[in-house]
Every structure is written in structure tokens, then in C-alpha cells.
């Protein structure tokens, strides 16, 4: 066993998977039945090994995660007027999937007669950003991938002063203060999942896969459980280790980190990727080593993985609308500031997600926004605000 891998036994019977994905028709045991003698001939179809069930098993459930959502989270809007004059305060970090999620917070709070003030923060310390929304006198705060213990301090002095926060890609659990945390640990461990099982469908159940991860944020390590667990429950063949790195290391160290490891462990045949950022320059630089590609994928694709995916460098990637993101961050501030309870808050919370690898569609994508992305669907800002009354 190479050092540091982790490699993963089947914990589940792969039939038992299938079983979960499309139902069951056992008609159970408690009474004896008797049945007249067939007259078939026997069938000659032979039992599908572990390998065959297990690729079976996960592209049962892949083939549900193909579909481009068309429909929002939520159907319910707040029960009177939204009252003007509320001041939000978007805490804007130095990620580039910040600059997604903030994108259009001016449209929706010009759209609500709504006050903004844009506060620039690094992720991993932003407290002194959230001390200067709570000294504007910011009634709401929204901030990105940033967990409460970077800013615990701050964070119990905003909520003693009444302000009230809506979070993404944090993981935090709902608590005093919180309206909302979208994708969190459960949505992002899912995604994992996600694509963990297509990576056993797409190897026929044989992948040595590499992922490469930020263990910083606690919703990228739900992410990394939802790929071990799915891994192993679902591949008895399979092996799965992880890179970590830091943020620091994007675009920098990453090409040869990966290039060293690849050069090490040269069965792998899969690199799967946290997030949109971490593969930056990659492909060039195991091309510039000399190192075979792998199948590379990942999960929240950007303009990175989709050119990557049109250029047939990258496999596959799941969507991860950020800009969808932040208007169901506001859309919690809104009910909240008609004092109406999120009803769907578990709902609107996962955001719609499907997988991409398709490269045309990829293109697409790519030709469709100014940040290369797909941030929602269709028509998605226009149905919140037809929902909140604004429209």
C-alpha cells in the first residue's frame, strides 16, 4: 500500500445499490407460494460480475444527473410588500467563485430599493470585513465559502446587534443569526457523490482516482467524504487518494504537485478536481513533464474545466450555479424582512445541479456569459422576482 493512500474496499453489495436505485419488487418470505412448472427453456444469461454490477449500479443513478434544471428551488414568496430601505452588506472574498456568487447583488438590490455596500475580504480571515459591515449598520450580511470560526468573534457581535447572515458554500448549520447557507456540507457531500459515481461508471468500475482538494473549507472535506464513501460503497476496485493543498498553491504549485504524484502512482487514471480554480495550468504542465493525461473531472466547473472539456482535455464536471447562489441567499433576506419563516429552506438550499461532458454544450456555456459560466436556470432572476413582487 503506497503511503497515504487510502485504499477503499467494498462496504455495500453493489446489487444492493441497484436495488435502491430502482426499486424493488421482493415480494418477501412470510407465506410459501407454489408455481406451476414453466415450459421456458432456462435462461442462458449469465450473472453479472462485481465489476459489471457495481458500472450498472452507478450509471443507473449518472443517468439521472444529466438533466439541465430548468425550474428554481423555491415557489414561495413573501406574504406582503417588501419593505425598502434594507442595507446588505456582500462580503466580496479573492476566490474567483466569489466573483460569481456576488455578481449580481446590485441587480437584486436595486431591484428591492435596497442599500449595498461591497466589502472585499480574504476567505480565510474576514472578520475585519464583517466588523465594517456591522459598523455601516448593515442589516443583513452575505458572505461565500467562509466558515463562522474564521470570524467567531465578529460573528457573535453582529448577531447581538441584530444583524443576520446568508451564507454559501460554508457548511454551517442553521443556528441564531443564520437565514440561509446554500450547498452546504449535505448538498456539496452529495455532489461528491455525484461524481463518484460516474467515475465507477465511466472506469467499468476500475478507477485509481486522485483528488486534489482544499481540506481548509469544511464543505470541500463533506465533498471528499461523498467521493470515499460513494467509492466505497460502490467499487470494490477502486482506490482513492487525496492531494491537499492551499490556496496559495492555484495555479502555482499544483501542475507539479499533481505532475509528482501522477509520476509516483502511474495507475492512476482519474484526477478529480474540488473545485473550478485548483486544475489551473494543469494540463499544461503534466504536458510540459511528460506525463501521460489522466481522465480529469471535478466538481463546480468554471470556464477552466469547460474549455478543458471542448479541448477533450477534461472528462466531465458538475455544474454549480454560483449565481443562482446568491439570489437564494437573498431570497431568505427577503422573507426574513417580512417576517416570514423560509418554509423551503431545505429545498432551496441544494442548489440545481446536473453533470457535464458533453463539449458542445460546454461551448455553449461558455459563449453564453461574460464569466463563462452557467449561472442558474433559464431565466432564473427574473422568476425570483416575479416571486418577491418586484418584477
Not at 65 to 77: D, H, K
Not at 309 to 328: E, F, L, M, Q, R
Request: negative net charge.
Amino acid at each position: 500500500m503506497r503511503k497515504g493512500t487510502h485504499r477503499v474496499a467494498a462496504a455495500i453489495f453493489a446489487l444492493g445499490l441497484i436495488a435502491a436505485a430502482c426499486g424493488s419488487d421482493d415480494p418477501g418470505t412470510d407465506a410459501p407460494t407454489t408455481k406451476a412448472p414453466s415450459t421456458d427453456a432456462p435462461s442462458t444469461d449469465a450473472p453479472m460480475d462485481d465489476a459489471a454490477a457495481e458500472t450498472a449500479a452507478a450509471q443507473a443513478l449518472v443517468d439521472t444527473y444529466m438533466t439541465i434544471p430548468t425550474e428554481i428551488g423555491v415557489s414561495v414568496g413573501p406574504s406582503t410588500a417588501v419593505p425598502t430601505g434594507k442595507k446588505v452588506a456582500w462580503l466580496a472574498c479573492e476566490l474567483p467563485s466569489c466573483a460569481e456568487v456576488g455578481e449580481d447583488w446590485g441587480k437584486i438590490t436595486d431591484a428591492l430599493g435596497w442599500e449595498l455596500k461591497t466589502i472585499n475580504v480574504e476567505s480565510g480571515s474576514p472578520g475585519a470585513g464583517v466588523q465594517e459591515a456591522i459598523d455601516w449598520g448593515a442589516n443583513y450580511i452575505a458572505i461565500s465559502g467562509s466558515p463562522v470560526a474564521t470570524f467567531a468573534e465578529q460573528f457573535d457581535a453582529a448577531v447581538a446587534a441584530g444583524i443576520k447572515f446568508a451564507f454559501a458554500y460554508n457548511g454551517e448549520a442553521p443556528t441564531d443569526g443564520i437565514l440561509t447557507s446554500i450547498s452546504g456540507n449535505d448538498a456539496v457531500y452529495a455532489a461528491g457523490a455525484r461524481m463518484a459515481n460516474y467515475i465507477i461508471a465511466d472506469s467499468g468500475a476500475a478507477a485509481n482516482v486522485l483528488m486534489v482538494n482544499i481540506q481548509l473549507f469544511p464543505v470541500l472535506v463533506a465533498e471528499e467524504e461523498g467521493m470515499r464513501d460513494t467509492f466505497a460503497a460502490g467499487c470494490a476496485a477502486c482506490t482513492f487518494d487525496v492531494l491537499p493543498v492551499q490556496i496559495a498553491d492555484i495555479g502555482v504549485n499544483i501542475p507539479s504537485l499533481v505532475a509528482s504524484f501522477l509520476q509516483e502512482n502511474p495507475e492512476t487514471n482519474y484526477v478529480s478536481y474540488a473545485f473550478s480554480a485548483l486544475p489551473i495550468a494543469v494540463t499544461a504542465g503534466l504536458e510540459a513533464a511528460g506525463v501521460p493525461l489522466p481522465k480529469q473531472v471535478g466538481v463546480d466547473f468554471d470556464l477552466t474545466g469547460l474549455s478543458e472539456i471542448v479541448d477533450g482535455t477534461h472528462t466531465a464536471w458538475t455544474s454549480n450555479p454560483k449565481a443562482y447562489s446568491g439570489w437564494v441567499m437573498a431570497h431568505a433576506m427577503v422573507l426574513d424582512a417580512v417576517g416570514d419563516e423560509f418554509t423551503e429552506r431545505a429545498s432551496g438550499e441544494e442548489l440545481p445541479n446536473f453533470i457535464l461532458d458533453d463539449a458542445t454544450v460546454a461551448q455553449e456555456i461558455i459563449d453564453s456569459s461574460p464569466l463563462s459560466n452557467w449561472k442558474g436556470p433559464e431565466g432564473f432572476a427574473e422568476q425570483f422576482l416575479a416571486l418577491w413582487g418586484v418584477a
